[in-house]
């Protein structure tokens, strides 16, 4: 499987990486779990990803990495917005994941400039994320959103962030396109880019004129990204993003200027569909 340098990290990760949502964001799956997980491993992926926020998917993690911890790169997220919100957050993952450092901790799901102005007042969350960077309880330090580009864009200039955890699809390109907005600014300053919500949070079934999903992953890993986070929810559904990743080859522009015009009369459906 294809790597890619997750920016100033230096780590070169796999395009595709392990989310913690489908199958792990349970309770009471330990087994599928477990076997999801060490699938992920066997086919080569080192990215694996969780957040404070995804049920059990911690638990599930710290339960089937053990030794093989030392061979991946593991990312968790916070939604706390104080210091002490996310300090405990923090001590929480750490214990759930069986593991003394995180890799990459990341500020979870930045919606709103009140969000912002929360995460960085006093006593607010960044201190918590610079004190882990500092004792060495997680070697990057990130952020996440999916809302509004603008509140990604306002973090970025008030942090040196060392990644950034954005939605990456072509119904984005047409709305409040993070790609536009913020991946420019993040390549000039290093910052390492993932994507996530490649399939537009699943809801892409709802096309039915798209019988494969790999066109959306082509157009996601053509975009200037280390890695695609994807939540599985089965195996099948692993071993079918492992192939994409396996047999990528990128879009041209013609071919993605040509997706996002089919997708943008969906897009906005797409995007804020609910079940």
């Not at 969780?50 to 939604?79: M, N, P, T, V």
Request: aromatic share 12%.
């Amino acid at each position: 499987m294809e790597k890619r340098k997750l920016g100033r990290t230096g780590f070169e990760a796999t395009i595709m990486g392990l989310g913690g949502e489908g199958l792990l964001r349970t309770y009471g799956q330990d087994k599928e779990a477990y076997t999801l997980i060490n699938k992920a491993l066997d086919l080569g992926i080192n990215y694996f990803e969780s957040a404070r926020a995804y049920d059990g998917s911690e638990e599930y993690y710290g339960k089937a990495f053990r030794e093989r911890r030392k061979d991946i790169f593991l990312a968790g997220k916070s939604h706390a917005r104080t210091r002490e919100g996310a300090l405990d957050h923090l001590h929480e993952t750490l214990r759930n994941m069986k593991t003394d450092h995180l890799d990459l901790w990341q500020v979870h799901d930045v919606r709103t400039m009140d969000d912002v102005e929360k995460i960085f007042a006093v006593g607010g969350a960044i201190d918590a994320f610079m004190e882990a960077k500092e004792k060495g309880l997680t070697r990057f330090v990130g952020v996440s959103g999916h809302q509004d580009p603008s509140v990604i864009r306002e973090c970025l200039t008030r942090f040196d962030f060392d990644t950034m955890l954005v939605p990456i699809n072509p119904a984005e390109a047409s709305q409040n396109s993070f790609l536009e907005e913020i991946l420019p600014l993040a390549e000039k300053r290093g910052v390492g880019i993932i994507g996530m919500k490649i399939y537009v949070r699943g809801f892409v079934s709802k096309l039915t004129f798209y019988t494969s999903m790999e066109a959306f992953f082509r157009f996601a890993l053509s975009q200037p990204i280390a890695t695609a986070v994807i939540g599985c929810d089965n195996l099948e559904q692993l071993e079918q993003n492992v192939y994409f990743a396996r047999s990528f080859k990128p879009m041209d522009w013609e071919q993605q200027d040509g997706f996002v015009e089919a997708i943008a009369p969906y897009a906005r459906d797409l995007l804020y569909y609910k079940e």
